[in-house]
């Protein structure tokens, strides 16, 4: 089992819908959680940080993290055209100095 | 420049030829990581400097990976030899400092690696 799972999609919906992006892992170690957008071409970039259990939300995104069932969300209210790139979780703790990521989802939203 | 800088942004090699990737990370980054993201696989970390501390080169897959940091700013990856499953994205990453590590990468727009 890999340490992060992620279901790399592609995952399609209209635009307006509400997107809901979602990775397991197994290391309870883990304590600090981000979510990675990385458009084509590019580089990653933090759309949201979190740090143990609990909710975060920014703007049309709202990050959750259940440390018990080792289980992280992302959701993307009223999703547009542009939110149509590669999701990746991330997670880091117990002294490592590197961040493990999911393999990515890949959204479409189609206008 | 205002971003993480790396190149060349393609490199296509053959197989048994050394390549070198360049990255200038951000000015006053401390901390300065190397990622390889292959096709349908998440990013894997390859090596991590902190400063003047020894790199943690715990991700380097094989001994044919090295890199070095010099001055504390621009890092290369060296590759030798290199093999066709090496063909990946090479991203390098860079953060202020430690403590911040765990919170925002400023990742480059990557080097695509093709080995044939």
């Known amino acids: 089992q890999k340490e992060v799972e992620q279901d790399p999609g592609p995952l399609s919906v209209p635009e307006g819908a509400i997107v809901s992006l979602n990775c397991t892992y197994s290391?309870?170690?883990?304590?600090?959680f981000m979510w990675y957008r990385q458009y084509s071409r590019k580089g990653p970039e933090l759309l949201m940080y979190?740090?143990?259990?609990g909710n975060k939300e920014d703007g049309r995104f709202t990050a959750q993290v259940d440390k018990s069932s080792k289980y992280i969300s992302l959701f993307i209210r009223d999703s547009q055209p542009s939110d149509s790139a590669t999701y990746l979780c991330?997670?880091?703790?117990?002294?490592?100095?590197?961040?493990?990521f999911g393999k990515g989802t890949h959204l479409i939203i189609q206008p | 420049g205002a971003g993480v800088s790396q190149s060349p942004s393609n490199k296509v090699t053959e197989k048994g030829k050394d390549v070198e990737l360049r990255c200038d990370p951000i000015?006053?980054?401390?901390?300065l990581y190397w990622y390889r993201q292959s096709l349908g696989q998440g990013l894997e970390f390859l090596i991590y400097?902190?400063?003047?501390?020894?790199?943690?080169k715990s991700g380097l897959p094989s001994d044919r990976f090295s890199a070095e940091r010099t001055g504390g700013s621009v890092s290369t990856l060296t590759i030798q030899r290199t093999q066709q499953e090496d063909s990946a994205v090479y991203l390098c990453?860079?953060?202020?400092?430690?403590?911040?590590?765990?919170?925002?990468?400023?990742f480059g727009s990557g080097t695509q690696l093709s080995v044939l």
């Open positions: 990453a860079s953060t202020p400092d430690r403590a911040t590590a765990g919170e925002k990468l400023f």
């Open positions: 290391n309870s170690a883990f304590q600090y």
């Open positions: 979190t740090y143990s259990s």
């Open positions: 991330a997670m880091r703790g117990g002294g490592a100095d590197g961040l493990t």
């Open positions: 000015s006053g980054h401390t901390a």
């Open positions: 400097f902190q400063g003047n501390s020894a790199p943690d």
